[in-house]
């Protein structure tokens, strides 16, 4: 049976489920499809935490940073749900960096502190420290799963209709404002014209597309941070990144550390962007017994608040273009919103309203997350290149 929609949004993960609230919430008529059922984990966007980090220099991302930092006040307030917890978010490492960045935090409208490495010992005593610390109180950590949850709520109460376990097999442009969508779900296959389609389907953006559309490369890696049990309770935890050279680390690194209190389920740690690469359909959901006895070793130098011996691992997507940048544009009736790395979160509602925005023609293409973008340092393949990691 055809079905005839005006905007059509394909996958159901954070970004997908923010932009068809934000259409939705405006007035348009909307539909989602999500290739597996609802809280499922096979993508980016599970789990209970994410780390709410500022600490970003380019005006682009802090225009998407100030305003996701207002929206999700609203969707929380609007949904009845706390999405974002306040922890503070500390980042230590580089100290040249981190006066920078606490330059660019003040003019950026956030707060900051730069803390010596015994006042930050002081303050969170499940943590080493060796260098001064850079400390953002707006930090945070926000409930993902809530948020998937509480957004598809919203966009539902504003009249959205939202369907799991629907895979969009293929989408044809027909004319400008015509996109034929075909359709598979175990009630069979089905046809729909969409006046236009709105690509959010993270790791499988190549896939869906099919080279239809002049994309950067996307990497899709197989990710797997770790929670470790806290020795203490009451030791209070930020969100916080650590980035170590391999000269001053006592073991092997896989690159940046980032990590946070999940309530209930410990303390995370995780390699940024150390995974394997992997076909999204074909990922071995497989730890790799290096990193985790690496993460075992990082946490053992510089958490001495958790035990190393127990860890729970999580298994989870990035999708990586080439300078870990975002792609953000608009192919006539096709919207894409891609390669969100495993730095996306914390702008969905913004990347929901943007992408939504650029969809009904009330925002143009921003230069820097285009998809014909020169990307001039491949940073991500550089990094790994630099750590060995193939
Ligand atoms: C381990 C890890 C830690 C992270 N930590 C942080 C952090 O601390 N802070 C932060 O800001 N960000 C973080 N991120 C990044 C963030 O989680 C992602 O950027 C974000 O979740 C990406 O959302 P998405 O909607 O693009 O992708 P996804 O959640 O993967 O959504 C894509 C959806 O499309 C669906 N789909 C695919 N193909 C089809 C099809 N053909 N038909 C229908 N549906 C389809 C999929 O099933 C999926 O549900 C982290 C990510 C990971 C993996």
């Known amino acids: ?31 989602l499809l999500e290739r597996f059922g609802a809280g499922h984990s096979e993508g980016a966007s599970h789990g209970t935490t994410r780390n709410f980090n500022p600490a970003y220099v380019e ?23 706390k999405l974002l917890t306040r922890t503070g978010l500390v980042n230590h490492g580089i100290v040249n960096e981190q006066r920078e960045m606490h ?25 080493e420290f060796e260098t001064e610390t850079l400390f953002i ?25 939202i369907e799991h376990e629907q895979t969009v097999l293929s989408l044809e442009v027909i004319v400008s ?7 598979r779900s175990t009630q069979g296959d089905r046809q729909i014209i969409a006046r236009h389609v709105i690509v959010t389907v993270g790791a499988w953006t190549h896939q869906l597309l099919n080279g239809q559309l002049e994309l950067p490369r996307i990497h899709v ?8 049990p806290q020795f203490n309770s009451t030791d209070t935890w930020p969100g916080f990144n650590h980035i170590l050279s391999p000269s001053r680390s006592s073991s092997k690194i896989f690159g940046p550390i980032y990590g946070m209190h999940t309530p209930g389920e410990g303390i995370k740690i995780g390699w940024h962007g150390a995974g394997k690469v992997v076909d999204p359909d074909q990922r071995p959901h497989a730890v790799d017994p290096e990193h985790i006895e690496a993460l075992q070793n ?26 870990e940048n975002f792609i953000l544009d ?23 309203e943007h992408l939504a925005q650029l969809a009904t023609g009330t925002q143009k293409v921003n230069p820097f997350f285009a998809a014909s973008r020169n990307i001039a340092r491949p940073v991500f393949l550089e990094r790994r290149q630099e750590l060995g990691i193939s």
């Open 1 to 31: 049976m055809n079905v005839e929609v005006d905007y059509l949004v394909i996958g159901g993960g954070a970004m997908g489920s923010a932009t068809a609230y934000s259409l939705a919430a405006t007035g348009h008529e909307v539909l």
């Open 59 to 81: 005006p682009p991302y802090i225009e998407l940073l100030r305003r996701s930092h207002k929206l999700w006040n609203e969707i929380s307030v609007a949904s009845g749900t």
């Open 103 to 127: 330059r660019f935090l003040k003019a950026a409208g956030f707060a900051s502190e730069l803390l010596s490495a015994r006042d930050a010992k002081a303050r969170f005593g499940g943590m």
């Open 137 to 161: 109180p707006a930090g945070g950590q926000i409930n993902a799963d809530l948020s998937v949850e509480s957004l598809q709520k919203l966009a539902t109460s504003f009249g959205a209709t």
């Open 177 to 183: 404002q015509r996109v034929h969508v075909r359709t």
């Open 221 to 228: 890696t197989e990710e797997h941070p770790v929670h470790f």
């Open 298 to 323: 990082y946490a053992s130098q510089w958490l001495p608040g958790v035990n190393t011996e127990r860890y729970q691992s999580v298994s989870c997507t990035y999708a990586n273009t080439g300078d």
């Open 330 to 352: 608009r192919f006539g009736p096709i919207t894409v919103g891609a390669g969100f790395s495993g730095h996306g979160f914390k702008f969905v509602p913004a990347i929901g």
